[in-house]
């Protein structure tokens, strides 16, 4: 990086803080997501230039954990429950019904940007389970 200066996703600061900080791939990522809702290929390259990383091991970081998205988010966000309480009460079933319906096979969401499907540790709602929330709402 010649000059340091604002990116297209990272104010100075940032830029200064992350420079050649391998450390802070991660964080540069979260909040990339935080702020566009995935992460885009133009982030990965800056966060690349930004930390020392390679691009490709950026982009092994985002594949490896589940938490980071490729692509945009769907209009409608299904988070379905898979904890201990929804799992031994059919939240497997539930997913697959919704995989079949939604006509998602290896993808998270649907061709038409509507709806993203997204298995998540707990929601908090044990006593309702098998639960899931549609944007805000819960099921």
Not at 84 to 90: F, P, S
């Amino acid at each position: 990086m010649q000059e340091i200066g604002e990116t297209r996703f990272f104010d100075k600061e940032t830029v200064l803080h992350s420079q050649n900080d391998p450390s802070q791939v991660i964080p540069l990522l979260q909040y990339v997501q935080e702020k566009k809702g995935y992460i885009p290929e133009e982030a990965i390259e800056e966060i690349s230039e930004i930390t020392g990383v390679s691009v490709s091991n950026v982009f092994s970081v985002i594949t490896f954990y589940k938490q980071f998205r490729l692509r945009p988010p769907g209009k409608y966000i299904i988070r379905v429950c898979d904890g201990t309480a929804c799992h031994v009460n059919g939240a497997r079933t539930l997913l697959d019904i919704l995989n079949d319906e939604l006509k998602l096979e290896g993808t998270d969401t649907t061709e038409d940007g509507l709806f993203t499907i997204m298995p998540v540790a707990c929601l908090g709602c044990c006593s309702l389970a098998p639960v899931m929330m549609i944007n805000e709402d819960t099921y």
